[in-house]
């Protein structure tokens, strides 16, 4: 049945299962089986075959659709969707029989009873899912990737990737929002074009953000049909910590968005001096003059690319200097590229010198000094001990020189004398080497404590550009124009030049389809022109009635062709009768 979902194991080995369903010419039905999305090493394939029966009425398969991987919907993205399981829009040839065959291409080398897997047969409900992925570059290498808290320092931007799941054909824009911000962060609207799979959601900190922790959210809404549907983002972040592109990168949910803004400040913002939407033509060429603020720390050039973008959307790689306080990002819009919005996220790498835990090594300079200090007390009390043993040794001596021997007072007091100067000696001597071992732990913790160059990631808050098709608008020009059969008529073209655009424009017309005796004549509006003169002729044989007539304007921007065509109705009336 359709709508309808069977559940099943491939085994035995070279197990092959089979399913039928009926369908009207012209019908389509989404076959879809998961079973490696179940963390299952299976590689399921699906084949539809149309039912007949031959002459002796016998059944007859014939392949008319097949699947095996899903579509690769987010090749490039910080995390790739995997794309095992099967996924096919089947549309009926003719009214009939149709049977869907199940089977793993794996399954001929190894089977299992735990090797299951869902086949679903569904007819088409456009719908999507947004999921927002919270692996995030690391603070000390910006190429590699890490799981943890998002963080924002104050100036700082914080870049969250989106991925939109789209269901049955689903193409339409989607706009994201995010809620529940700390008091001084902000976040753009961002809209996902139609068809696109992937953006960028990118949260602000206002210089001084108070420090918060919390959770935010993120939704994006989307027409469907004659209604908005609103979809809550699904947080993901990353298995396991990534260090290089080579190693798997493994997604597993979690519970909500976390942002804890940080007391620290960004070393290095980057922003769009004057925020706005910028716009142009295929062809056309966009300079956007950046805003540059460092702060104590970072050090060096700092290079922004633009990760992500169409081939035929191009931005030149962003170089500012140590000392600059002013950019520009340069995009190139190619002729091929498709007319729409969207989105540019700069990133780059800054140098940023880190102390590590200074106020350690303050506290054991200070405790060094201290001990040094004692030291030199000590060394002192040494010094006076010594003295007060030679003044005592001295005395004896002179005694005996006047060939007396010395009173007890006198012996008592060069003992006393000896006595302290040896506990000033072995005290001096443990302060001298205590005071070795404070200086040498308070140099290691300065060398420590040094300031060292590390990776801290840039990010530009999302440039918006729009694309038109091309740099001539035909602003005024009639929907419908009116000639009678044998007559002629002037048609006037209205040429509004754009985005620069100041050259001459050739308007071609056309018929949509042949028409017997109606002449079309081509004019080129100068530069100093804003319209030109179409001249439409119809012949007294020409077609009375409706005429679809296609303008073709064609101009050379920025030295690259660019032609755009608008459709409008020739009305063909009856010759006037004299």
């Known amino acids: 049945e359709v709508p309808g979902g069977v559940a099943g194991r491939f085994q035995p080995r070279r197990d092959r299962d089979w399913y039928s369903f009926t ?23 699906i084949v539809v075959e149309s039912l007949a029966t031959d002459a002796a009425g016998r059944p007859v398969g014939k392949e008319v659709a097949s699947a095996d991987d899903g579509p690769a919907e987010f090749a490039g993205a910080l995390v790739d969707r995997p794309g095992a399981g099967p996924l096919l829009e089947f549309k009926a040839p003719a009214d009939g029989t149709y049977r869907v065959l199940v089977r793993d291409l794996a399954a001929a080398s190894h089977a299992s009873p735990h090797h299951v897997y869902v086949l679903e047969a569904r007819r088409p409900q456009p719908d999507f899912e947004l999921v927002a992925l919270l692996a995030h570059p690391h603070r000390a290498d910006g190429n590699r990737q890490q799981l943890g808290t998002a963080s924002l320092a104050g100036g700082g931007a914080l870049p969250i990737d989106l991925l939109v799941v789209r269901k049955d054909g689903f193409a339409g824009e989607v706009t994201v929002e995010a809620t529940n911000l700390p008091t001084g962060v902000s976040a753009p609207p961002l809209t996902i074009p139609a068809k696109a799979n992937r953006g960028t959601l990118v949260l602000t900190a206002a210089d001084g953000a108070a420090p918060a922790v919390g959770t935010i959210g993120i939704a994006g809404t989307a027409r469907i049909g004659a209604d908005d549907a609103v979809r809550v983002a699904r947080p993901a972040t990353l298995r396991w910590n990534v260090d290089n592109a080579n190693q798997p990168q493994v997604l597993r949910m979690v519970r909500g968005v976390p942002l804890a803004v940080v007391p620290d400040a960004a070393p290095v ?68 590229l498709p007319p729409g919005r969207y989105q540019i996220v700069l990133r780059g790498v800054a140098k940023y010198a880190v102390a590590r835990k200074p106020e350690a090594a303050a506290r054991l300079k200070a405790d060094a000094d201290r001990v040094a200090a004692l030291a030199q007390q000590r060394a002192a009390a040494l010094e006076a001990a010594k003295q007060a043993l030679a003044a005592a040794d001295a005395k004896i001596t002179e005694v005996k020189g006047a060939g007396s021997e010395p009173n007890a007072e006198l012996t008592n007091a060069r003992d006393a004398a000896a006595k302290a100067m040896a506990d000033a000696e072995a005290a001096a001597k443990g302060a001298a080497e205590e005071r070795t071992r404070r200086e040498k732990a308070a140099a290691d913790a300065a060398a420590a404590s040094a300031p060292k160059d590390i990776d801290v990631p840039v990010v ?61 004549a081509a004019v080129t509006v100068p530069a100093d022109q804003a319209a030109g003169i179409v001249k439409i002729t119809a012949a007294p044989e020409t077609p009375v009635g409706r005429h679809d007539v296609v303008l073709s304007t064609k101009v050379k921007f920025n030295d690259r062709e660019i032609a755009a065509q608008r459709t409008i109705t020739v009305l063909i009336e009856p010759a006037t009768q004299p």
Do not use: H, M
């Open 269 to 336: 913002s980057v922003a769009e001096q004057d925020r706005a939407v910028r716009e142009t033509a295929r062809g056309g060429k966009v300079s956007v003059p950046l805003t540059v603020v460092r702060r104590p720390g970072a050090k060096g050039a700092v290079s922004l690319g633009a990760p992500g973008l169409p081939g035929e959307l191009k931005v030149a790689e962003v170089k500012i200097d140590e000392n600059a306080t002013a950019a520009s990002a340069d995009i190139d819009v190619d002729p091929k």
């Open 23 to 45: 369908a009207k010419a012209g019908e389509v039905i989404w076959l879809e089986v998961t079973s490696a999305r179940f963390g299952l090493p299976t590689d399921p394939a």
């Open 460 to 520: 530009v808050p999302s440039i918006a550009l729009v694309v038109a098709e091309t740099p001539v608008a035909l602003d005024g020009l009639p929907a419908e124009a009116t000639v009678k059969a044998g007559g002629t008529l002037d048609l006037a073209v209205p040429c509004q030049r754009r985005y620069g655009f100041a050259g001459d424009v050739v308007v071609e017309a056309v018929a949509a389809k042949p028409v017997a005796g109606l002449a079309l």
